[in-house]
């Protein structure tokens, strides 16, 4: 292939058998699987975290759980992210759980409930401090209630209620973090005052699931870990907390050249040549989610050596100095992965370039296939 994005499913599996070796007090694990799998591939992934333990999926999207059941995933999927006029029947139908943030949202799913004759999944969500989604601490007590009335009129269940750490990835000690853990326990008291019981409660995320083993509840709800990379990447890398990298990035020389001295690369000749040099040309660019920003600054592997992005990244391509050593097209290009080979890894990527590592393996887009090893 020109270009891959191969997904080892076996260090998936694994990752999240990890994961729930991890949770506190035999929490259940519920493997975040949004945004295609965290780029690593929704159905794929999905099915190899069941295999590893995960008794429950989190996802973003009614089309992303949608999508897994499609694909026979019977296992209970959250879904948290709604707009006012989304047709909600076919999720309640399916028995998918729906994140509830407020009383006009619940109306909407009891009426999908009334639609379909099938009483709702429902898990009520408190603002703990992040400042996103969630029912305010002012607006909880009447959102419990109104959850308790419809409950008792079978038109949903309460199967859940939880909230999302804002600092978790600051360490266990951050002071956000006691703050929101507070106003959870409270939120879970005015819960129980309703006359709800929910089947779960959960708070912790990946950052939370490997350093914050008081905040597990009944269920740890780890995304970026689930593919093998470290959301405190300042306490410890992934092999610190028994993960491995799922995502390696590979590409292909298209093309090699000889230059002279002082030739300029790439748009606007950001990059140079010394010397006379080779340049081997790499067919993947920012259309495929190798950012810009790279330019002169991100590395990759080619022949045993660690070679600087040089000159800007294009939209489909991006060029690499070589200097005097040698190079064919068709060799093999490793932008990132576990760092086996001594390729740079996602971490690398996102520190030179400024960002998260998260960024990195969820913006390399459709263009780039996903090939799957490890696999049951």
């Given at each position: 292939?020109?270009?891959?994005?191969?997904?080892?499913l076996a260090?998936?599996r694994?990752n999240?058998?990890a994961?729930a070796a991890r949770?506190a007090?035999g929490?259940?694990?519920m493997?975040?699987?949004k945004?295609?799998?965290?780029?690593?591939g929704?159905?794929p992934c999905?099915?190899?975290a069941?295999?590893?333990?995960a008794?429950?999926?989190g996802?973003?999207?009614?089309e992303e759980a949608?999508?897994?059941?499609?694909?026979g995933?019977d296992v209970p999927v959250?879904?948290?992210?709604?707009?006012?006029d989304?047709d909600?029947a076919?999720?309640?139908?399916?028995?998918v759980?729906?994140?509830?943030?407020?009383l006009?949202q619940?109306?909407?799913?009891?009426?999908?409930?009334?639609?379909?004759?099938?009483?709702a999944r429902?898990?009520?969500?408190i603002?703990?401090?992040?400042?996103?989604?969630?029912?305010?601490v002012?607006?909880?007590?009447?959102?419990?209630?109104a959850a308790?009335?419809a409950?008792?009129?079978?038109?949903?269940r309460?199967?859940g209620?939880?909230?999302?750490f804002a600092?978790?990835?600051?360490?266990?000690?951050h002071?956000?973090?006691?703050?929101q853990a507070?106003?959870?326990?409270?939120?879970?008291?005015?819960?129980?005052?309703?006359g709800?019981t929910?089947?779960?409660r959960h708070l912790?995320?990946?950052?939370a699931?490997?350093?914050?083993?008081a905040t597990?509840y009944d269920l740890?709800?780890?995304?970026?870990?689930?593919?093998?990379?470290?959301?405190?990447?300042?306490?410890?890398?992934?092999a610190?907390f028994?993960?491995r990298?799922?995502m390696t990035l590979l590409s292909t020389v298209a093309?090699?050249k000889r230059v002279?001295?002082?030739?300029g690369?790439?748009?606007l000749?950001?990059?140079v040549?010394?010397?006379e040099?080779t340049?081997?040309?790499v067919?993947?660019g920012y259309a495929?989610?190798v950012?810009r920003?790279?330019t002169?600054?991100a590395?990759v592997?080619?022949?045993?050596r660690r070679?600087?992005?040089?000159?800007?990244?294009?939209?489909d391509q991006?060029?690499l100095?070589l200097?005097d050593d040698a190079?064919?097209?068709?060799?093999?290009?490793l932008?990132?992965?576990?760092?086996?080979?001594?390729?740079?890894t996602?971490q690398?990527?996102?520190r030179l370039l400024?960002?998260?590592?998260?960024?990195?393996v969820?913006?390399?887009?459709?263009?780039?296939?996903r090939?799957?090893?490890?696999g049951l």
């Open positions: 292939m020109r270009t891959q994005a191969r997904i080892d260090a998936v694994d999240v058998a994961l949770a007090g929490a259940q694990v493997a975040v699987v945004a295609d799998g965290y780029g690593h929704l159905v999905a099915r190899a069941v295999q590893g333990g008794s429950w999926l996802v973003a999207f009614l949608l999508a897994l059941r499609d694909a995933l959250l879904a948290w992210l709604m707009v006012p989304e909600l076919p999720a309640v139908s399916a028995a759980d729906l994140s509830v943030d407020d006009p619940l109306d909407r799913v009891r009426a999908a409930a009334r639609a379909t004759g099938t009483p429902v898990q009520l969500k603002d703990t401090g992040l400042s996103r989604a969630g029912a305010t002012r607006e909880w007590p009447d959102l419990c209630a308790a009335r409950e008792a009129g079978g038109e949903l309460v199967t209620v939880w909230s999302h600092f978790a990835d600051g360490g266990p000690d002071p956000v973090n006691g703050a507070a106003v959870f326990a409270e939120a879970l008291e005015v819960a129980d005052r309703a709800l929910p089947d779960v912790a995320n990946s950052a699931t490997l350093t914050a083993p597990h740890v709800r780890p995304g970026l870990a689930c593919y093998g990379l470290s959301p405190v990447p300042d306490l410890g890398a992934p610190d028994g993960l990298p799922a093309l090699v002279p001295a002082g030739t690369v790439s748009y000749h950001r990059h040549t010394a010397a040099a340049l081997a040309l067919p993947l495929d989610g950012p920003s790279a002169g600054v590395q592997l080619l022949r045993g070679r600087t992005i040089a000159g800007t990244v294009c939209m991006f060029v100095d200097g190079v064919e097209a068709g060799d093999e290009v932008l990132f992965g576990p760092g086996d080979a001594g390729e740079p996602a690398d990527w996102a400024g960002t998260i590592d998260y960024e990195i969820t913006r390399i887009g459709p263009r780039v296939p090939t799957y090893v490890g």
